[in-house]
T-cell receptor
């Protein structure tokens, strides 16, 4: 299965700890997006990355949150000093390079963060 | 004003009926429009996309776009209980760099 892979699927952290969520895009995809979904709510855009570049981080909180997509390896969403309000499902999506891009996003299964 | 607005529902229809889901968006420069389906606890999956004004049909699904009114809709004909899910309207912003989602409409199809 060459789909979007996210891990961990479930993560429990205590307040003040760090959470790291990883995403490997589909083979051949060079664009990665992170979305956050609170219970019973829609997907909130956080950040859009290409390899080694952050293209749009307008949805990312200014503090405690960061994202990267290195030349080698998965994209990582990092949340420092987690608070209870960070509890949510974090979805990663990928899409092909622009010339082959219909705009469709291919989603991973999500990482569900619970902050105690 | 939210960038993409949908009625949260729930929308309840009997099996075999037509379900009509609506969406409005604020960015006049938006170019691409999508409908995703999300089952509870699962990830969104694409159902339809539409780029041009008018209707686009795919099986039991029809997407309708009216750019002048900034309005997108999804019709589901012959609704089935398996169609019960949350339907997310999504719009790419001017420049097409990011996709904005509505809060979703919950659909229940009663057997």
């Amino acid at each position: 299965n060459a789909g979007v892979m996210q891990n961990p699927r479930h993560l429990v952290r205590r307040r003040g700890q760090e959470a790291r969520l990883r995403c490997s895009p589909m083979k051949g995809h060079s664009h990665v997006y992170w979305y956050r979904q609170l219970p019973e709510e829609g997907l909130k855009f956080m950040v859009y990355l290409q390899k080694e570049n952050i293209i749009d981080e307008s949805g990312m909180p200014k503090e405690r949150f960061s994202a990267e997509f290195p030349k080698e390896g998965p994209s990582i969403l990092r949340i420092q000093q987690v608070v209870r309000g960070d509890s949510a499902a974090y979805f990663c999506a990928s899409s092909p390079p622009r010339q082959a891009n219909t705009g469709e996003l291919f989603f991973g299964e999500g990482s569900r963060l619970t902050v105690l | 004003q939210k960038e993409v607005e949908q009625n949260s529902g729930p929308l309840s229809v009997p099996e075999g009926a037509i379900a009509s889901l609506n969406c409005t968006y604020s960015d006049r420069g938006s170019q691409s429009f999508f409908w995703y389906r999300q089952y509870s606890g699962k990830s969104p999956e694409l159902i339809m996309f539409i780029y041009s004004n008018g209707d686009k049909e795919d099986g039991r699904f029809t997407a309708q776009l009216n750019k002048a009114s900034q309005y997108v809709s999804l019709l589901i004909r012959d609704s089935q209980p398996s169609d019960s899910a949350t339907y997310l309207c999504a719009v790419t912003n001017t420049g097409g760099f990011k996709t904005i989602f509505g809060a979703g409409t919950r659909l229940f199809v009663k057997a």
